[in-house]
C-alpha cells in the first residue's frame, strides 16, 4: 500500500520523468527529420544543442536560480494584478481580500511544485543533469558511436524514467554500494528490454543493453551521462541495427 509520502514522492517524480522525456523528444529528431537537407548536420545539431543547454547552465549558476525568478515574476504579477484591479471602475464590486488570497494560493502550488521537481543539487549547482545528458549522452556518444548513439537516447529516456516510478513504487532492496533499488532496476530493464526488442528483434542483446544501463544507472557518476555512453558503446560492439 501506498504510504502519503510515496504517493508525494511519486508525484514529483513523474512531473521531473514528463519533463525529462519532453526534452529528451528533441534528441530524437535528428533521426526522424532529414536536417541534412537544411544543411545541419547530426553533429551540428547535437553541438547546437551542447551551447544552449550550457548557456542556460551558466546563467542558472552565475545569476539567481531560474526558479527564484519565476517565483519573483509570480509575486510582482500578483501584486501588479492587485494595483489594476483596485484603480479600475469595477474595483469596488470586487473582492480584494478573496482575490488576493486566490491568487496567492496559485503562487504558493506553483512553489511547492518547483520546489518538488528540483532536486537538491540543483538548487546548490544548476541543473547539472541536463548538462551532462547534452554532453555525454547525446555529443559525446555521437561522436564516438555515430548513429549507434540512438541506442543511448533511449535508454535514457525508458530505463531511467521507469526505474526511478519503479524504485518509488515498489522498491524495497538497495542495490549494493548504490542508492538505486532492486525492483526500481528490474522494472527498468523490462521496460527498455521490450522497447529494444521491438525495434530490433534480438532478445539477447536488447537483454545485454539493460543490463548495461542498470550499471550504469547504479554506479555511474550522472546517469544522464552514463547510461547514452555506455549503452551506445554497448550497442554498437554488438553491431545492433541502427533504429531510424
Do not use: C, W
Amino acid at each position: 500500500m501506498l504510504t502519503l509520502s510515496r504517493i508525494e514522492q511519486l508525484k514529483a517524480m513523474a512531473l521531473r520523468k514528463l519533463i525529462h522525456v519532453t526534452l529528451s523528444v528533441f534528441l530524437i529528431i535528428p533521426f526522424i527529420v532529414n536536417l541534412e537537407a537544411y544543411g545541419i548536420s547530426t553533429t551540428l545539431y547535437f553541438t547546437l544543442i551542447v551551447l544552449g543547454v550550457s548557456v542556460i547552465y551558466v546563467i542558472q549558476v552565475k545569476r539567481p536560480i531560474i526558479t527564484v525568478v519565476l517565483l519573483d515574476a509570480l509575486t510582482s504579477a500578483r501584486r501588479s494584478i492587485l494595483q489594476q484591479v483596485i484603480k479600475s471602475p469595477i474595483g469596488s464590486a470586487i473582492p480584494i481580500d478573496t482575490l488576493d488570497d486566490g491568487l496567492m494560493r496559485l503562487e504558493k502550488t506553483v512553489k511547492e511544485l518547483l520546489e518538488s521537481v528540483e532536486r537538491d543539487y540543483e538548487r546548490r549547482g544548476g541543473y547539472l543533469g541536463i548538462l551532462m545528458g547534452a554532453i555525454g549522452g547525446v555529443l559525446i556518444s555521437q561522436l564516438l558511436t555515430g548513429n549507434y548513439v540512438i541506442y543511448g537516447i533511449i535508454s535514457v529516456i525508458v530505463y531511467d524514467t521507469m526505474s526511478a516510478i519503479g524504485g518509488i513504487l515498489l522498491g524495497r532492496v538497495k542495490l549494493p554500494f548504490s542508492n538505486a533499488t532492486m525492483e526500481g532496476a528490474l522494472v527498468g530493464m523490462a521496460s527498455l528490454a521490450i522497447v529494444l526488442f521491438l525495434f530490433t528483434n534480438q532478445l539477447i542483446n536488447s537483454l545485454a543493453i539493460t543490463v548495461v544501463a542498470a550499471l550504469a544507472e547504479a554506479y555511474g557518476m550522472e546517469d544522464n551521462l552514463a547510461i547514452p555512453v555506455t549503452t551506445s558503446l554497448m550497442a554498437m560492439a554488438l553491431r545492433l541495427p541502427i533504429i531510424a
